[in-house]
């Protein structure tokens, strides 16, 4: 199982940002996708999460304003996130796990086995 967390950069207040998350050696289907951020000296907080049958659910100040999608074709996972702010700083993480709960609340940093390796997102004029 392998994760490849791309699409950072630096992004100005009020903009858009869209992250990308290639799977390889699984099966989306099977596998609920969750997105995490961390800031230096802070907890890794989870953004939301898609479950394996497509629900998605997400936590936080990014509710209202972000979107996880799969693409299947392309075996990966999306977030897009609008009207971002310079708290929205961190590096992004998508994680993956087959035994994963996707429901109101999550995702549970414990639950995801598997991670990218992160890309950062700077939120900044």
């Known amino acids: 199982v392998q994760l490849q967390a791309s699409g950072g950069g630096l992004v100005q207040p009020g903009g858009s940002l869209r992250l990308s998350c290639v799977a390889s050696?699984?099966?989306?289907?099977?596998?609920?996708i969750a997105w995490f951020r961390q800031v230096p000296g802070k907890e890794r907080e989870g953004i939301g999460c898609?479950?394996?049958?497509?629900?998605?659910y997400y936590v936080g100040s990014v509710k209202g304003r972000s979107t996880i999608t799969k693409d299947h074709a392309k075996s990966s996972a999306h977030l897009q996130m609008h009207n971002v702010e310079a708290d929205d700083t961190a590096v992004y993480y998508c994680?993956?796990?087959?035994?994963?709960?996707?429901?109101?609340?999550?995702?549970?940093?414990?639950?995801?086995?598997?991670w990218g390796q992160g890309t950062l997102v700077t939120v900044s004029s």
């Open positions: 994680a993956a796990d087959p035994h994963a709960v996707c429901i109101e609340g999550h995702p549970w940093r414990w639950e995801y086995d598997f």
């Open positions: 050696g699984f099966n989306l289907d099977d596998y609920a």
């Open positions: 898609i479950g394996s049958s497509g629900g998605a």
